[in-house]
């Protein structure tokens, strides 16, 4: 990659604001990143479902408040929670992995 010196990589700046890899600062911001997936992923799918916040709440026995909430990196999710999100309120069902 050809470097220009008004711009910084997406990889480099993250170095630069969060620490590099290994690091507390970093750890901090990658799992903070990840809980930002899961309510992208969520309302994400919502929306491909056709529903509003208010009727995924009322399918998988939660409020609009806690899925605005989840959609929004507000608040932390039980795998309980999530599973009856995922399977009552959206048809799906929930995959994990352990990468190392």
Do not use: W
């Amino acid at each position: 990659m050809k470097a220009t010196k008004n711009l910084t990589s997406l990889s480099d700046f993250i170095d630069q604001e969060h620490g590099a890899p290994g690091t507390k600062a970093r750890e901090e911001f990658e799992a903070g990143y990840e809980t930002f997936k899961l309510g992208v992923l969520l309302q994400r799918a919502r929306q491909a479902k056709g529903l509003a916040q208010a009727q995924l709440a009322e399918l998988s026995g939660t409020d609009k408040s806690y899925i605005s909430k989840l959609e929004n990196d507000l608040k932390d999710v039980r795998l309980s929670t999530l599973q009856r999100i995922i399977a009552d309120g959206l048809g799906g069902h929930l995959e994990f992995s352990i990468k190392f």
